[in-house]
């Protein structure tokens, strides 16, 4: 069965400093990746996408993924308190419908 | 921008109703989602298309069924409500190829 796995937190973190979420995947045939930010009580925000081995900036967002250990993270420079909220990992795994495969979420708490 | 619209944001319904939660995009995305998010459980799918009138069965297809007779709409149906189907509702869609999903809004159902 195809996982994603995700440390549920909650991850806490300084005003300013650099958050690290990390998250793991079962299947080496993973083609992309995915990070979704969902505040409490609303629906996920997509973020990020990455599909290449390498680093992926996008503003105070850069997105890792490293295939031949099976990992993607998100890291956010310059933390603020907005930041705060659960964010998701997702792997697509190809074939009909697009289907992602998501992570339980990692919440992170940036403290003033 | 992809718009996703979920029919109501809070809903009540009594134990043994019929539910509609709809599902409307603008985008002309061919795959729809439903999932369910409940507290530590994460995102479950519950049905998903990837054509008009096609439907497959996700993780948690038990209570529910859902109908896709033209492309912008998916419609959930709960055939007989129960306490345990209490959650939010989240809609998504995405298009073929490398590409996340799109989230509606949300319904947070309560079954009474």
């Known amino acids: 069965q195809k996982e994603v796995e995700q440390n549920s937190g909650p991850l806490s973190v300084p005003e300013g400093a650099i958050a690290s979420l990390n998250c793991t995947y079962s299947d080496r045939v993973s083609q992309s990746f995915f990070w979704y930010r969902q505040y409490s009580g609303k629906s996920p925000e997509l973020i990020m996408s990455i599909y290449s081995n390498g680093d992926k900036e996008d503003g105070r967002f850069t997105a890792q993924l490293n295939k031949a250990s099976q990992y993607v993270s998100l890291l956010i420079r310059d933390s603020q308190p907005s930041d705060s909220a659960t964010y998701l990992c997702a792997a697509r795994w190809g074939g009909a419908g697009n289907m992602l495969t998501f992570g339980g979420g990692t919440r992170l708490m940036v403290k003033p | ?112």
């Open chain 2, 1 to 112: 921008d992809v718009k996703v619209t979920q029919s109501s944001r809070y809903l009540v319904k009594r134990t043994g109703e019929k539910v509609f939660l709809e599902c409307v995009q603008d985008m002309d995305h061919e795959n729809m989602f439903w999932y369910r998010q409940d507290p530590g459980l994460g995102l479950r799918l519950i049905y998903f298309s990837y054509d008009v009138k096609m439907k497959e069965k996700g993780d948690i297809p038990e209570g529910y069924s859902v109908s896709r007779e033209k492309k912008e709409r998916f419609s959930l149906i709960l055939e007989s409500a129960s306490t345990n189907q209490t959650s939010m509702y989240l809609c998504a869609t995405g298009r073929e190829g490398a590409y996340g999903y799109t989230f509606g809004s949300g319904t947070r159902l309560t079954v009474v």
